[in-house]
């Protein structure tokens, strides 16, 4: 057993393998936090954090490997950027068009914010009947309205009494 571990351990002069680890230790400490980075744009559940730490610990213990104080200054740099890094992260989320889409949250058109104001006091025709709610063509477009004071029977006229991000409001238009 002796014998393995004198194999195993770097000979006295063995600079080369000093700095490979040195290499090793620093690529694998950035190839983790380009992961993390990643991990922001691109939804994997959390697999791709569970990597870049793997990559940051097995970076740490390169260098601890090489010198303790390369790996003590390496320890003190991952916990003080890692905080930043996420921070930055959670900071520019929002922003990215993944997670738009993971929350289906569509930023609204200059034309559909004017085109709902000024839908209120409009008039259009009910194409089916409204039960309370079915089918109005108001503008030269087809949506779904809600009748407000009962049931508005297909081919009225409507006006649009109130609207808003899920619903359109209408009355029936009296006639004579």
Known sequence: MAYCLAQAAPAAGASGS???????????????????????FVPSAGVLAVVASACMVVGIVCLFLRDTTAGLIATVLVLIAMPVVIGWG??????????????????????????????VGQEGVAVKDLHPIGPCTINGKRMECLAQGGMIQAGSRVRVTSESAFEVKVRAIEEG
């Not at 000093?18 to 922001?40: C, D, Q, T």
């Not at 900071?91 to 559909?112: H, M």
């Open 90 to 119: 959670v900071r520019l989320l929002p922003e990215t068009p993944i997670f738009r889409w993971l929350t289906l949250d569509a930023p609204a058109s200059k034309s559909e914010e004017t085109e709902h104001a000024s839908l």
């Open 18 to 40: 000093s700095n490979s680890l040195l290499i090793w230790g620093v690529l694998l400490i950035a190839i983790g936090f380009a992961i993390v980075v990643l991990e922001f």
